[in-house]
């Protein structure tokens, strides 16, 4: 039987209100958006100060990324497929142009181009033609001197990840339990043209079945980031990527990366 494409999975009724409540109730979800906004702002900050910026929130689901960033762009557009997700968006979105769209089945969004894309929580899910077809579709959006952001967000780098995955391969061989390494992150973005200039390590401590305080993880993860040796042990790492300068056709990632990758 055919698997179902990762395309279809938001797109029930009621989905964008569950997928809402999760990251309201959630205590490991509250405590991962804390810190990941922090990042996005950060590399707001870092990489786009003085220019005007031209968001592009790919995969934008009900809007999580796109509300953080709309007033704080001059342009904001946000696309998905789900219109269950996106009803969600609209509520709450005020500034940002939205498009239902599967920008890899013909891209509609081109000719236009924009300088911060984001993609958050979809590359690990999605199977590997929708990973290829959508990082191919975004650097077609991609202005020259633009900045795709995306995170992975259960990375094979943490050991709590890597324990689950094993007890999931051990327990349910045929299962899914989806895991992206930091390696994978790295040919992903090499393949579509895309450098990993940098990778910010998020959330560290996350024992299965052990409840950790919102505090606690935030001390942890303030002071593990600061180690970078520790950096790629994080659960949810976020790379920024920009286009690869003078790229040779027979270089891997590994080969060609710039200095400092996981910072
Ligand atoms: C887990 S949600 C992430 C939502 C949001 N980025 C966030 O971080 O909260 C993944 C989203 O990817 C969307 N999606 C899947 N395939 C897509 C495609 N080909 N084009 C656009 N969106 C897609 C789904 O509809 C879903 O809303």
């Known amino acids: 039987m055919a698997e179902v494409s990762y395309r279809e999975s938001h797109k029930y009724e009621g989905k964008g209100a569950e997928y809402e409540q999760y990251y309201r109730t959630g205590a490991w979800q509250r405590f991962l958006w804390s810190r990941e906004q922090e990042i996005i702002l950060k590399i707001l900050e870092k990489y786009f100060a003085g220019k005007d910026v031209h968001l592009l929130d790919f995969a934008c689901g009900t809007g999580r990324i796109a509300a953080l960033l709309e007033d704080r762009v001059k342009t904001s557009t946000a696309v998905d497929v789900s219109v269950s997700m996106l009803a969600i968006a609209r509520q709450k979105l005020e500034r940002t142009e939205i498009v239902e769209a599967d920008i890899t089945a013909g891209n509609i969004l081109k000719p236009r181009t924009f300088n911060f894309i984001t993609a958050f929580r979809f590359f690990l899910n999605a199977e590997p033609e929708l990973r290829r077809a959508a990082i191919g579709a975004l650097v077609e959006l991609l202005d020259e001197e633009g900045y795709l952001v995306f995170n992975n967000h259960q990375s094979l780098g943490s050991p709590w990840t890597k324990l689950l995955d094993v007890r999931h391969r051990q327990?349910?061989?045929?299962?899914?339990?989806?895991?992206?390494?930091?390696?994978?992150?790295?040919?992903?973005?090499?393949?579509?043209?895309?450098?990993?200039?940098?990778?910010?390590?998020?959330?560290?401590?996350?024992?299965?079945?052990?409840?950790?305080?919102?505090?606690?993880?935030?001390?942890?993860?303030?002071?593990?980031?600061?180690?970078?040796?520790?950096?790629?042990?994080?659960?949810?790492?976020?790379?920024?990527?920009?286009?690869?300068?003078?790229?040779?056709?027979?270089?891997?990632?590994?080969?060609?990366m710039t200095d400092g990758v996981d910072r």
Not at 206 to 228: F, Q
């Open 171 to 256: 327990k349910n061989p045929e299962g899914i339990f989806n895991v992206m390494s930091i390696e994978e992150m790295k040919e992903l973005a090499w393949g579509a043209g895309l450098e990993i200039l940098e990778v910010f390590p998020v959330g560290f401590f996350h024992p299965p079945k052990i409840p950790v305080s919102y505090r606690l993880n935030r001390a942890i993860d303030n002071l593990a980031s600061r180690l970078k040796c520790l950096n790629r042990f994080s659960e949810s790492p976020i790379a920024v990527c920009r286009r690869r300068k003078n790229h040779r056709v027979d270089s891997s990632p590994d080969k060609e």
